[in-house]
């Protein structure tokens, strides 16, 4: 997460910064985007770019992490549109997610972020340990999500294991949507793995 003179910056400036680093990340992965671009583009020196973050790694995170922090509202939008019904909740999200991430405004970062997708990059899409602040916005979150989920008719016995299935859920969505990247799917073909797999889930697998 950016350090403290990040924020301390004027919003213009901030606002400019990362307009550099959407761009840089819309046409170059993470490993081979370059800082150079960036504050050439937010035209700032080398030294002040190290005052604000960490390394390139730590904008690139901030930046997926606004992206997300995004989308939370719509999220929720989804499940309550389906009064809190988690299995169609999940339907209707991945409909918002996949005309998210290829048909919105970010939609070529979203492409390099899939393209490029390693283990250490998926646990960021959501949290990473090392990022607290992602942590707990993202905990946060879930919490409100498990609040409008209806669970009369769900077989958990915690919050937290809601939760956790959610988390996991939303994990495999995301694979799925992976998938579309690396192997042109449309997005019916994706919508019908997603809504295979979330059947396996519901109904169970054993005869």
Known sequence: MPKQTFFNLSKEKRERLLRAAYKEFSKFSLENASINAIIHESDI???????????????????LHLLKSNEKENVEICFKKENG????????????????????????????????????????????????????????????????????????????????????TFQMIHWSISRVFLQNLSKEEAKRIVNQQLSWLKNGITK
């Open 85 to 168: 019904d988690l299995f169609k909740g999940l339907e209707r999200t991945f409909d918002y997610l996949f005309d998210t991430y290829f048909c919105g405004k970010n939609k070529e970062f979203y492409h390099h972020f899939f393209v490029n997708m390693t283990y250490r990059l998926s646990r960021n899409i959501y949290t990473d340990a090392q990022h607290t602040q992602t942590v707990q916005h993202y905990e946060k979150n879930l919490q409100d999500l498990t609040a409008i989920i209806d669970k009369t008719k769900l077989n958990f016995d915690s919050n937290s294991e809601l939760q956790e299935f959610i988390r996991y």
């Open 45 to 63: 020196s080398r030294g002040s770019f190290y005052q604000y973050f960490e390394d390139k790694e730590d904008l690139y995170f901030y930046c």
